[in-house]
Structures are given as C-alpha cells and as structure tokens.
C-alpha cells in the first residue's frame, strides 16, 4: 500500500496563498487518481480536487479558479495550490490515492491510501 506524506499549509490571512504537498513512498502514481479532500471537525471528507493519469482535473464549485492540482510522477508528489483563501477554508486537508473510475471521484471511499493530513487556517 502506498504510504503518503504531507506538508505544507499553516496559518495564513484571508486572500493569501498557500501549497500543500502529498509525497509518496513505497508505490507511485501511475495509472492513478490523486485526489484531495477536506474535513472540517464533525463532517464527513468532502472532495476538493482530483487529477487523473492523463492529466485531467476536477474541482468542487467552491474552489474552483482559487485551488489548483497538479502532480509530478517522476517525483511521486502531488500539489494543491490555494489561493484567495477564505475563512471558510480552514480546515484539515487530506490527500488521497487510488484507482478510480471517473464516476466515483467525489466519493472518498474510492481511495484507497491517505496522507495524514495538513492543517489549513485562513484568520486575520
């Protein structure tokens, strides 16, 4: 099983940036969905972004031209670029990696390894 590290996020003012990252060991990419999510406490996983193998993304309508995903296979990492961040963005973040048909990328269950998640929060 894929074992997935994060970094990145922190605390940051409302309209700053931030970059998560999700390094891989013991697997890779290849072939599969990485996806990120984010759970705020007493909430189920909710879906942020995913990018698949051949490079298309997908994005929630509330992060949509703020969030961007991306992945380097060569490196076996992920990134989530945020921007114009919100208050209502605070939360933990959570990358995920499975393989996924293209139907089932919103749901979390269809991922199969996680990172530990990163703390994100957006205050003045």
């Known amino acids: 099983q894929t074992h997935l590290v994060q970094s990145g996020g922190g605390l940051v003012q409302p309209g700053g940036s931030l970059r998560l990252s999700c390094a891989a060991s013991?697997?890779?990419?290849?072939?599969?969905?990485v996806a990120w999510f984010r759970q705020p406490p007493g909430k189920e996983r909710e879906f942020i972004a995913c990018?698949?193998?051949?490079?298309?993304?997908y994005y929630a309508d509330s992060v949509k031209g703020r969030f961007t995903i991306s992945r380097d296979n060569a490196k076996i990492t992920s990134y989530l670029q945020l921007n114009n961040l919100k208050p209502e963005d605070t939360t933990v973040y959570y990358c995920?990696?499975?393989?996924?048909?293209?139907?089932?990328?919103?749901?979390?269950?269809?991922?199969?390894?996680w990172g530990q998640g990163t703390q994100v929060m957006v205050s003045s």
């Open positions: 013991g697997g890779s990419f290849s072939g599969r969905v």
């Open positions: 990018v698949r193998s051949d490079g298309r993304t």
């Open positions: 995920g990696v499975g393989n996924v048909i293209l139907s089932q990328i919103r749901r979390s269950e269809s991922y199969t390894s």
